[in-house]
T-cell receptor, first 113, second 114 residues
Framework: NAGVTQTPKFQVLKTGQSMTLQCAQDMNHNSMYWYRQDPGMGLRLIYYSASEGTTDKGEVPNGYNVSRLNKREFSLRLESAAPSQTSVYFC????????????FGSGTQLSVL | QKEVEQDPGPLSVPEGAIVSLNCTYSNSAFQYFMWYRQYSRKGPELLMYTYSSGNKEDGRFTAQVDKSSKYISLFIRDSQPSDSATYLCAMSGGLTGGGNKLTFGTGTQLKVEL
């Protein structure tokens, strides 16, 4: 049972480059999320998708875009990467309308030089 | 002031010790309280989930919520080296949909020594 799968695991970008982080879940969950984790800051919500076909901004959406491709897949795009976006990114999913029980992927470590 | 405060540690204890991890919070609307465990270079995994005040026990783990003091705790009995990880508290107000913002603590790093 794979759960939540993220790719890639590591990525190094130069300032201004673009990239897409991929996420897929096989638990038939309705809601999916993108978080970033920085030292001393905890996990912060970037964007979420409460259900297929909907997306909404979280706490720190600037510089990011998302696409809920279908029920399984939720991608995060950095259009023009900046050093401030160096972080570990986690995708998560939850079953129901209230999202307390999150299941996380193993993360993508992104460095922007 | 952060909505959720958590001592970052690191906390180092001998094998077999009782561990107490704590978070304080300021938002009285929080009703759901969780503890996540995160091993190095891995994603967080849900460890304990409680609603409102009271205690919940699961094996060696006990979660305690005191809403009057805005204080939650996780106790680990008979700690093992495999418990070495970062423990994140998280809480929410229980709104439906993605509007139910989950607020995380910054995590406490625990090391259980042989």
């Amino acid at each position: 049972n794979a759960g939540v799968t993220q790719t890639p695991k590591f990525q190094v970008l130069k300032t201004g480059q673009s990239m897409t982080l991929q996420c897929a879940q096989d638990m038939n969950h309705n809601s999916m999320y993108w978080y970033r984790q920085d030292p001393g800051m905890g996990l912060r919500l970037i964007y979420y998708s409460a259900s297929e076909g909907t997306t909404d901004k979280g706490e720190v959406p600037n510089g990011y875009n998302v696409s809920r491709l279908n029920k399984r897949e939720f991608s995060l795009r950095l259009e023009s990467a900046a050093p401030s976006q160096t972080s570990v990114y986690f995708c998560a999913s939850s079953e129901g309308a209230t999202n307390e029980k999150l299941f996380f992927g193993s993360g993508t470590q992104l460095s922007v030089l | 002031q952060k909505e959720v405060e958590q001592d970052p540690g690191p906390l180092s204890v001998p094998e077999g010790a009782i561990v107490s991890l704590n978070c304080t919070y300021s938002n009285s609307a929080f009703q759901y309280f969780m503890w996540y465990r995160q091993y190095s270079r891995k994603g967080p995994e849900l460890l304990m989930y409680t609603y409102s005040s009271g205690n919940k026990e699961d094996g060696r783990f006990t979660a305690q919520v005191d809403k009057s003091s805005k204080y939650i705790s996780l106790f680990i009995r008979d700690s093992q080296p495999s418990d070495s990880a970062t423990y994140l508290c998280a809480m929410s107000g229980g709104l439906t949909g993605g509007g139910n913002k989950l607020t995380f603590g910054t995590g406490t790093q625990l090391k259980v020594e042989l």
